[in-house]
């Protein structure tokens, strides 16, 4: 029971920024990460930080957003979560680039 009311929490965060409102979505991803790691749930977890890094990275802030990718990247990873998720959180992370190389 605990662990389907994470996974509304995280939807709802979802629904809230596909609705254009990423202000409102991080209160319940937020809430998704903290009882998702009550839990143990590394997979609902690590999807919970996705959602929370696109959030962020609506509100422009592209240095947490690139933050919580890598933390949801080592989440999935862990829980052996589908490709397509571990994609998700790659595309998000972005690639590094060193400051002074070609096309940076």
């Keep these: 029971m605990a662990l389907a009311a994470t996974r509304q929490a995280r939807r709802i965060g979802d629904l809230r920024t596909g609705a254009g409102d990423p202000r409102s ?4 991803y937020a809430e998704a990460i903290s ?3 009550d839990l143990g749930a590394e997979r609902e977890e690590g999807l919970a930080a996705l ?3 696109r959030a962020a990275l609506d ?6 957003a ?3 990718a890598a933390i949801a990247l ?4 862990r829980a052996g979560a589908p490709g397509s998720e571990l994609d998700a959180a790659q ?3 972005g690639m590094e680039k ?4 070609e096309g940076a």
């Design 51 to 53: 959602g929370l890094g």
């Design 25 to 28: 979505a991080r209160r319940y």
């Design 91 to 93: 595309e998000l992370r």
């Design 59 to 64: 509100l422009g802030d592209v240095t947490v």
């Design 98 to 101: 060193r400051v002074g190389e």
């Design 35 to 37: 009882e998702a790691r």
């Design 66 to 68: 690139r933050r919580l």
């Design 74 to 77: 080592d989440l999935l990873r």
